[in-house]
């Protein structure tokens, strides 16, 4: 068994339905997760800090945070606070030293001030999600250590589609911080209501007559949201909640949490459908050699395999669970306006990265991993399959109830986009109109 803290195991055992004693499906050929040598942003920043080409900077109050964000091109406007006792820190952790969350397409920083370790995890295009911990001690040589099984106690499990990913979810914390278990969880992902979210995170925003869970503690699971304490609703200024000082920001920004909800499961998603499909091709190539078939032989359960994952990843894609706002949501810093402005843009500006912000997340919503290098890492006949699944989708006279939220304008928008912005869609629908 992974050894661990009692009150961090408690706490993994509660939040998870399964606990894997037995090594993980990931641990084993042709994955191969924690025997596997990394290669992402982390990895890399760390090789350039072992050749002398980059060098990190301690700061007084917030030890190696600022330059880890710094040298990995994370924005300090994706702010977000955590306050409940869920995560590795937990005994540090609490409503009055919530633990702050940053993250860009690839990167996810986690920082508990007076913390032991700034933590990170990132999506590396072969292995999922790979974790790291730097030690917050002053000193010549800073290093990313890569973290495997004590992380994935609570991140390789059923909390995380059994594959090495994020978590999101949203608990009943009491005054302490601590989640109350009886009052149940819920997972946060675009399916996740308002209503339901952001239970022990704080929320700086603004949501008009919408409600969710953060912003306050409680004594029991409120048995009607109007029973809910409304104190933590609309709120703009954390100040009085707790001092400021030891973090980069003050806000946790409500726009920036709903992108990183969006972002960690779609994250997951694509670690899911890449591992299924590798291991579904290496246990085809081993019965082709086993029988004597040809190599390219293709057996009916690796197809099954290969449309499952690209359906599963286009309706993910395509936001086909999305809850639906039920009015104008906004948040308290420039994230929105840095996030739209990033691009890539069509002819006439039209960005994945544009917000809606009022009906739904994104104005026109295809995911933006789509640029990600895990995207483009994924098993080329799997990208296939979801190119052509999804032109399907987009071109279709109707394209069936799961699409429903779709209109044909948006349909029209988000394949124009991905035509004039994603050559790798062109090149498998084979013309650009
Ligand atoms: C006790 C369970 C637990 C363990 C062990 C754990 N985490 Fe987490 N982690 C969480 C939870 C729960 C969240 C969601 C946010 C929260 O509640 O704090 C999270 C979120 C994160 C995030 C934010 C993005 C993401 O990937 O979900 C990072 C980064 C992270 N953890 C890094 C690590 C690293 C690195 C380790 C190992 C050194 C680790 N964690 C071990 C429970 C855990």
Same mark, same amino acid.
């Given at each position: 068994?992974?050894?661990?803290?009692?009150?961090?195991?408690?706490?993994?055992?509660?939040?998870?339905?399964?606990?894997?004693?037995?090594?993980?499906?990931?641990?084993?050929?042709?994955?191969?997760?924690?025997?596997?040598?990394?290669?992402?942003?982390?990895?890399?920043?760390?090789?350039?800090?072992?050749?002398?080409?980059?060098?990190?900077?301690?700061?007084?109050?917030?030890?190696?945070?600022?330059?880890?964000?710094?040298?990995?091109?994370?924005?300090?406007?994706?702010?977000?606070?955590?306050?409940?006792?869920?995560?590795?820190?937990?005994?540090?952790?609490?409503?009055?030293?919530?633990?702050?969350?940053?993250?860009?397409?690839?990167?996810?920083?986690?920082?508990?001030?007076?913390?032991?370790?700034?933590?990170?995890?990132?999506?590396?295009?072969?292995?999922?999600?790979?974790?790291?911990?730097?030690?917050?001690?002053?000193?010549?040589?800073?290093?990313?250590?890569?973290?495997?099984?004590?992380?994935?106690?609570?991140?390789?499990?059923?909390?995380?589609?059994?594959?090495?990913?994020?978590?999101?979810?949203?608990?009943?914390?009491?005054?302490?911080?601590?989640?109350?278990?009886?009052?149940?969880?819920?997972?946060?992902?675009?399916?996740?209501?308002?209503?339901?979210?952001?239970?022990?995170?704080?929320?700086?925003?603004?949501?008009?007559?919408?409600?969710?869970?953060?912003?306050?503690?409680?004594?029991?699971?409120?048995?009607?949201?109007?029973?809910?304490?409304?104190?933590?609703?609309?709120?703009?200024?954390?100040?009085?909640?707790?001092?400021?000082?030891?973090?980069?920001?003050?806000?946790?920004?409500?726009?920036?949490?709903?992108?990183?909800?969006?972002?960690?499961?779609?994250?997951?998603?694509?670690?899911?459908?890449?591992?299924?499909?590798?291991?579904?091709?290496?246990?085809?190539?081993?019965?082709?050699?086993?029988?004597?078939?040809?190599?390219?032989?293709?057996?009916?359960?690796?197809?099954?395999?290969?449309?499952?994952?690209?359906?599963?990843?286009?309706? !993910? #894609? +395509?936001?086909?669970?999305?809850?639906?706002? /039920?009015? *104008?949501? %906004?948040?308290?810093?420039? &994230?929105? =306006?840095?996030?739209?402005?990033?691009?890539?843009?069509?002819?006439?500006?039209?960005?994945?990265?544009?917000?809606?912000?009022?009906?739904?997340?994104?104005?026109?919503?295809? !995911? #933006? +991993?789509?640029?990600?290098?895990?995207?483009? /890492?994924? *098993?080329? %006949?799997?990208?296939?399959? &979801?190119? =052509?699944?999804?032109?399907?989708?987009?071109?279709?006279?109707?394209?069936?109830?799961?699409?429903?939220?779709?209109?044909?304008?948006?349909?029209?928008?988000?394949?124009?986009?991905?035509?004039?912005?994603?050559?790798?869609?062109?090149?498998?629908?084979?013309?650009?109109?």
């Amino acid at each position: 068994m992974r050894a661990l803290g009692a009150l961090a195991l408690s706490v993994a055992l509660t939040l998870s339905t399964s606990f894997a004693a037995a090594e993980d499906d990931f641990e084993l050929a042709p994955i191969l997760y924690s025997a596997s040598t990394p290669d992402n942003p982390v990895s890399r920043l760390q090789a350039r800090l072992d050749a002398g080409e980059s060098t990190l900077a301690w700061d007084g109050a917030v030890g190696w945070l600022g330059s880890i964000l710094a040298a990995l091109e994370v924005p300090t406007s994706s702010q977000t606070l955590v306050f409940s006792k869920t995560s590795l820190q937990q005994t540090r952790i609490s409503p009055r030293n919530p633990r702050a969350l940053y993250f860009n397409d690839d990167v996810y920083v986690g920082y508990v001030r007076a913390g032991d370790v700034v933590e990170v995890s990132v999506a590396d295009p072969t292995l999922g999600t790979v974790f790291y911990s730097m030690e917050q001690v002053p000193g010549a040589r800073p290093r990313f250590e890569r973290r495997t099984e004590d992380c994935l106690l609570c991140h390789g499990g059923s909390q995380t589609r059994g594959v090495p990913g994020h978590i999101l979810r949203s608990v009943y914390p009491s005054p302490s911080g601590q989640p109350i278990f009886s009052a149940g969880s819920h997972r946060v992902d675009d399916s996740t209501p308002l209503a339901d979210r952001w239970g022990g995170w704080y929320v700086t925003g603004r949501h008009g007559a919408q409600r969710h869970l953060g912003n306050i503690t409680y004594a029991d699971r409120p048995a009607t949201a109007a029973d809910a304490d409304p104190s933590g609703l609309n709120v703009t200024d954390l100040g009085e909640r707790f001092g400021t000082k030891g973090y980069l920001t003050g806000q946790s920004d409500l726009v920036a949490l709903s992108v990183f909800a969006h972002q960690a499961s779609a994250h997951n998603a694509l670690t899911r459908a890449s591992f299924d499909v590798r291991a579904a091709l290496h246990r085809e190539a081993a019965l082709n050699r086993d029988l004597d078939q040809a190599p390219d032989y293709r057996w009916p359960s690796t197809n099954t395999v290969l449309d499952g994952a690209a359906k599963a990843l286009v309706e !993910s #894609f +395509l936001f086909c669970d999305e809850a639906p706002l /039920a009015g *104008p949501i %906004e948040g308290t810093t420039t &994230f929105a =306006t840095d996030f739209a402005a990033r691009g890539p843009t069509d002819a006439e500006g039209r960005s994945l990265r544009h917000f809606d912000l009022e009906r739904r997340l994104f104005r026109h919503p295809c !995911s #933006f +991993l789509v640029y990600s290098a895990s995207f483009d /890492a994924l *098993p080329a %006949e799997l990208r296939a399959r &979801f190119w =052509t699944r999804i032109g399907e989708v987009l071109t279709a006279a109707d394209p069936g109830p799961r699409y429903a939220h779709l209109s044909a304008d948006d349909r029209r928008a988000i394949r124009a986009i991905l035509v004039a912005t994603k050559p790798d869609a062109v090149a498998h629908w084979g013309s650009a109109d």
